[in-house]
């Protein structure tokens, strides 16, 4: 039997540890309680402070322009790279290159739905060639994406040619918000891949669109847009012009080497196409626009994405003024 | 003792909630204020007019309500009339004959908060060209439109063009709103103030505020009288006491001396009376009892005299 | 003061509490309606509420914070929460009393000896706060996420379910007003086995079932005040454990944290053994909970899988459920089933009766959380109303202003908060598809303008085209069938000539079995001639839908007289919660 006032000692000391144990818990809830109390309570939008994309472009090198014929493309747009001063005017070594392709649909080559994955290789091939660090490839397609980038041939072009190709998944999308836009606010945009880059290049072909009129460099970046973006045709020119407003590329290349003349943006017979054998690069998105259109038959001053564009300021319709260097391939 | 301590922060806590309850929650506060500001939406006929129509009248146009603040945007400066007269709201819808969308009409009913600042606004917009109305006792028609006031409330219906369907189509829709909202026997006793002899018919009119431009002057009922030649105003407002009468009259006498009048040395008539000649012609001012009457801008003295000696004698008989 | 005493009228206090709170929870200024009273008290003392909503959105809201002074005081006390305060638990306390009171006192202590099953409540709490705290874990991949189970359980929530929808709904069946609830059977079934099974074990639901405990129980490792014996021996008559209500054998090796502190051993030992008191139990204490590691393990890994393996249906995704359709200040899917308990008072408060609780709509997750029913109720969402959010105990609806629901003032820019969008089904409305006047759902629009507008159009009726045997200046006796007597004089009627000058159409003001008549005001010039062709029209006005200004409240949908499958829905495409939903371009 143990001494009754050992018992009562080892009672208290026990007692006292018991309540000290008791205060430290207390303690402990109190702090994480009135730390992370939140008197207002969630707020309405998940936070229209806008995450936005980076402005590629380089105010140094102006508003330039080179237009090159000829039926080989890879050749053409060697060429005309070379009539502005080389890619090594727009990429510098080190830089990490995003293109932002077409690869809308899961579509061949030779119908001209999609980036030609020739045209892919041969940038990506000059990108690295002059130093650049990485460079990756990526769109948000709107058929499935895997079967988008194989079948139209971008997949294996990137790859050979050592680009890596970034297939969108949810994470990768992040809410936008265009400064006075009526369109593009806290709309999820496929943002995550431009972590890290510093040079952007847009590469589309030349197409009618059904909706708009066109579909070229300017629209091309609605491949950037995730969710719902379906809604958006209901007021496809502005769409065009706030995406024009949202994307500032270094560079865009524009390929009409075979362009579709009818029924865009999937065409789908060879009839729809026609060789018009030019490839136009520029620094202004809007003149590129400008003169893709006259490819279509149509002119700038039809097309109210470019008049809108010019108007706010994001390029010039007048793509002469850009004095553009002109050249042909045999 | 420990029992005692818990019984007594049940209490406390008891105690706790009922304070509490005293600070509504906010949707409380919103169901309650709500209810009869806001135009109630669950029943839409009663924000607007469409359980009132007759049957060969149809909707043309949502209803709407304008308040002090927003009748500007509908009536533009007009609204200065109503607003001085004590305008409370406006609801306003059109509608248009069934069957025929070329013939509609613009339906407005004012509510002025009692009867005689809707007869105020009534009486002061009467246009010249107004045809009698079997409707109420204040009520007239022009060709395309028609007035009327009903208890506190001023009605207009306006047609977009003239026609005997429309009107008569106005008309049934009057006669509905003064049956859902009767407003009893409408009588304005100032009007007895007034001789009935030589009297024009339906000149009463009413100001509320700040008549012949003096702000002293509210409530001021006037009617024009015939007298040989010319119509003459006279006009009479009721104070709250002969003192009050009395100190009115002198006010007015003054305003009107420092206003550039000129006293007129003639025999006052009524005795008491106040004469002067203003730019407008001859003014009278007198007091009997509670009430300041007078005539105003009478063309000449003798006019001035003759009907405000009658109307003296008025409001003495009516004191009996 | 007897102890036993004070504890029955806490209970007591409590339960009756907890009973007003529930007769208020309904709009209006009235002493017996909301006014202020803090109806979510009960809520927000319970700290599995605060803890779970913790773990979710990494924030203790308003007034969860009282759930401190729960946890401070079982930390010293033990689970008084259990014993005292929780009104379900007042519940089961008493029916398993009623349920004991005839047996004898072996049978009594046999029904109160501690079970091994009462470790479940342990793992059912792991698996809850392990589903709760998956968003901690996970970035923002959609699948590895949070979900927020505990209000199925939680007594709390629970309770003011059952009460709420069933009890206090079957009372008010007896007088006027009967509200309704979908799916309360179960709810009903939930509750009422809970009850029962204090027929078999006492306090059944509370010993083996009850996460709330279950963490009051882990609380209560340390208190330094507990139940136990003086000495370690006496004389083993085991009266305490006749009325044990947490079954934690106090006459052994006392389980601290299983002790309700019902205080009936104390009560009843006749020998002043056991007391309250700041020494351990003389007979020694089993502090161990009974939770195994390979337990614990396996609960663990089925509650972080079981939230990614209910949303593999990409219901919080591209398989949205367009039916869901949720009261107005909603948080986005995901985050709304972060923070609902499930405790029913947006569903109480409803004055329309509109709000119910789901059952697959949203889910297994979704279960019992709020989404609008049109079609139940006195009308759709009312549009100057904004309770439901304001009586929401964890912002899973946030608390609105008027201005914001309607978009007016601060909020015009936003616009009006959507709950989603009308759609006409034209093969069910009646001027659409059946010929018959109606535009029930424009009148009752509340947003103005209205969002649903008319267009008019002429149809002939059919059998409309007839030949005239004869006519007047204001009728016209027709050939073919029989006309219902009245039928066409109701202002939607009209008749036309189709030869000869007048080819005005004119209201038809009556009509008898062949012929058709107009006002005076309407009549022809000259009688139409015999033998000519007329018409007979009805004048329909054909409802369309402004999505631009429909705010998705449904009245439309409650008033539309095809009142099986309504000719008018509501679903939830353009709800303002979530964008992704648009229907039209701008938002």
Request: proline share 5%; glycine share 8%; aromatic share 8%.
């Amino acid at each position: 039997m143990t001494d009754p006032r050992d018992n009562a000692a080892l009672n208290r000391r026990d007692f006292l540890a018991r309540a000290a144990k008791s205060g430290v818990a207390i303690a402990a809830a109190a702090g994480i309680g009135l730390w992370l109390h939140d008197r207002k309570g969630p707020a309405a939008d998940a936070g229209e402070k806008a995450v936005s994309l980076p402005d590629f472009s380089d105010a140094k090198l102006g508003r330039r322009m080179s237009i090159v014929t000829g039926a080989d493309r890879v050749k053409t747009v060697n060429r005309a790279l070379h009539a502005l001063g080389g890619i090594e005017q727009f990429v510098k070594k080190g830089d990490r290159v995003l293109l932002k392709v077409n690869a809308a649909f899961a579509s061949p080559p030779s119908l001209s739905a999609t980036t030609h994955p020739d045209l892919v290789a041969a940038v990506a091939r000059l990108c690295l060639a002059t130093g650049a660090a990485s460079v990756i490839v990526t769109d948000n397609p709107i058929n499935d994406p895997q079967s988008c980038f194989r079948l139209s041939g971008i997949a294996k072009a990137a790859e050979s040619a050592g680009a890596r190709v970034v297939v969108p998944n949810e994470a990768l999308f992040k809410p936008v918000t265009v400064a006075g836009a009526k369109l593009i606010r806290d709309w999820p945009v496929l943002s995550e891949p431009f972590r890290g880059i510093t040079k952007l290049i847009g590469i589309a072909p030349v197409k009618d669109h059904h909706r708009s009129g066109a579909s070229m460099t300017m629209k091309n970046w609605y491949g950037l847009l995730g969710g719902a973006r379906n809604v958006f045709h209901q007021d496809i020119h502005t769409i065009i012009l706030e995406l024009a407003t949202m994307v500032r590329p270094t560079l865009v290349i524009l390929d009409g080497t075979t362009t579709m003349m009818t029924n865009g943006p999937t065409g789908g017979s060879f009839d729809d196409l026609k060789a018009t054998n030019t490839m136009i690069v520029s620094t202004d998105q809007v003149a590129a626009d400008a003169f893709g259109a006259t490819l279509l038959g149509k002119t700038a001053a039809s097309l109210p994405f470019i008049t809108r564009a010019a108007a706010a300021g994001l390029g010039t319709a007048d793509y002469e003024s850009l004095n553009p260097a002109r050249d042909q391939v045999n | 003792m420990v029992g005692v301590a818990i019984l007594l922060c049940l209490v406390a806590a008891a105690l706790g909630v009922f304070v509490k309850q005293f600070s509504f929650n906010p949707a409380v506060l919103v169901a309650t204020s709500a209810a009869p500001a806001k135009s109630a939406p669950a029943a839409p006929s009663a924000a607007g007019f469409s359980a009132l129509l007759p049957a060969e009248l149809a909707e043309f146009s949502v209803p709407e309500k304008f308040d002090a603040d927003t009748l500007s945007d509908k009536i533009d400066g007009k609204a200065d009339l109503y607003l001085t007269a004590g305008f409370v709201h406006m609801r306003c819808q059109r509608f248009a004959l069934k069957g025929s969308a070329e013939d509609w009409m613009e339906w407005f009913v004012y509510d002025m908060a009692n009867l005689p600042q809707a007869f105020s606004v009534f009486s002061l917009q009467r246009r010249a060209e107004a045809r009698s109305l079997d409707l109420t006792e204040f009520a007239y028609r022009t060709r395309n439109a028609l007035f009327f006031v009903c208890g506190r409330n001023y009605i207009e219906a306006v047609a977009a063009a003239p026609g005997d369907e429309m009107m008569n189509a106005m008309v049934a829709l009057a006669r509905n709103f003064v049956a859902a909202n009767p407003p009893g026997e409408m009588r304005l006793p100032e009007l007895d103030l007034f001789p009935k002899e030589n009297l024009v018919p339906d000149s009463h009119v009413l100001q509320i505020a700040t008549a012949f431009g003096f702000d002293q002057f509210k409530n001021v009922f006037s009617a024009k009288c015939k007298t040989g030649d010319a119509d003459v105003l006279a006009f009479a407002t009721v104070l709250a006491s002969p003192d009050a009468a009395n100190a009115l009259r002198d006010a007015y006498h003054k305003f009107l001396l420092a206003n550039g009048s000129k006293e007129v040395a003639a025999e006052p008539v009524p005795a008491g009376a106040r004469t002067v000649e203003s730019f407008d012609g001859t003014e009278i001012i007198f007091s009997r009892g509670k009430v300041v009457a007078g005539v105003h801008a009478a063309p000449n003295i003798e006019a001035a005299k003759r009907v405000a000696a009658a109307v003296e004698r008025q409001i003495a008989a009516m004191e009996k | 003061m007897n102890i036993i005493r004070v504890r029955r009228i806490t209970q007591v206090f409590f339960v009756v509490l907890f009973l007003w709170f529930c007769v208020v929870t309904t709009l209006g200024d009235r002493w017996w309606q909301l006014r202020g009273w803090p109806v979510n008290w009960l809520l927000e003392l319970d700290p599995l509420v605060a803890l779970g909503t913790l773990l979710t959105t990494k924030t203790v809201y308003a007034g969860l914070l009282w759930a401190l002074l729960t946890v401070a005081l079982t930390i010293v006390l033990g689970r008084f929460f259990c014993g005292w305060v929780c009104p379900f638990g007042a519940v089961h306390q008493f029916v398993g009393w009623l349920g004991r009171r005839s047996k004898k006192h072996a049978e009594k202590v046999a029904l109160n000896q501690y079970r091994r099953g009462q470790v479940v409540k342990y793992y059912i709490l792991v698996a809850m706060l392990v589903m709760a705290a998956g968003g901690l874990v996970a970035r923002s991949n959609s699948l590895v996420a949070a979900s927020l189970q505990t209000g199925l359980l939680d007594p709390i929530p629970l309770i003011h379910r059952s009460v709420n929808f069933v009890l206090l709904s079957v009372a008010e069946g007896i007088s006027a007003s009967q509200r309704h609830y979908t799916g309360a059977w179960a709810i009903a079934a939930v509750f009422f086995g809970a009850i029962f099974l204090n027929l078999l074990v006492p306090r059944f639901y509370c010993r083996f079932i009850c996460p709330l405990g279950a963490l009051f129980g882990v609380l209560a490792r340390w208190t330094p005040w507990r139940i136990g014996k003086r000495e370690g021996e006496c004389s083993n008559c085991e009266v305490c454990e006749n009325n044990c209500e947490g079954a934690c054998d106090p006459f052994g090796k006392i389980r601290v944290s299983e002790c309700l502190l019902c205080m009936n051993c104390l009560d009843a030992c006749r020998q002043t053994q056991m007391r309250y008191g700041p020494n351990r139990s003389a007979a020694s204490e089993i502090e161990s909970l009974g939770v195994t590691r390979r337990g614990f393990l396996v609960v663990a890994v089925s509650g972080l899988a079981a939230v990614p393996a209910m949303r593999l249906s990409g219901l919080a995704g591209k398989n949205w459920q367009p039916r869901l359709v949720r009261p107005p200040g909603a948080l986005t899917e995901a985050d709304f089933l972060d923070r609902c308990i499930k405790c029913g008072q947006c569903m109480r408060v409803c004055p329309t009766n509109v709000i119910q609780p789901a059952t697959l709509e949203a889910g297994l997750e979704g279960l019992w959380t709020p989404v609008l029913n049109m079609r139940i109720g006195t009308s759709g969402c009312q549009l100057n109303c904004v309770a439901c959010g304001n009586v929401c105990p964890t912002a899973a609806l946030r608390p609105l202003s008027l201005d914001e629901k309607l978009g007016r003032g601060r909020f015009e820019s936003a616009g009006p908060i959507r709950l989603g969008t009308a759609f006409l089904d034209r093969g069910r409305c009646l001027p659409w598809a059946m010929d018959a006047p109606c535009i029930v759902c424009q009148e009752n629009c509340p947003v103005s303008p209205k969002a649903i507008f008319a267009r008019e159009e002429f149809q002939v009726i059919r059998d409309g085209a007839r030949r005239v045997r004869s006519a007047t200046a204001t009728s016209v006796t027709v050939d073919g069938a029989v006309l219902k007597e009245g039928k066409l004089g109701t202002g939607d009627f009209f008749v036309r000539s189709e030869s000869g000058g007048d080819l005005k159409r004119r209201p038809i003001a009556e009509n008898s079995a062949d012929t058709v008549g107009v006002a005076a005001s309407a009549s022809w010039e000259s009688p139409l001639q015999t033998g000519s062709v007329v018409v007979l029209e009805v004048r329909l006005q054909k409802p369309f839908v402004d999505p631009g200004k429909c705010i998705g409240c449904g009245i439309c949908e409650h008033e539309c007289p095809v009142s099986g499958l309504r000719a008018i829905r509501v679903t939830a495409e353009n709800e303002s919660r979530n964008k992704k939903h648009s229907l039209t371009a701008s938002v």
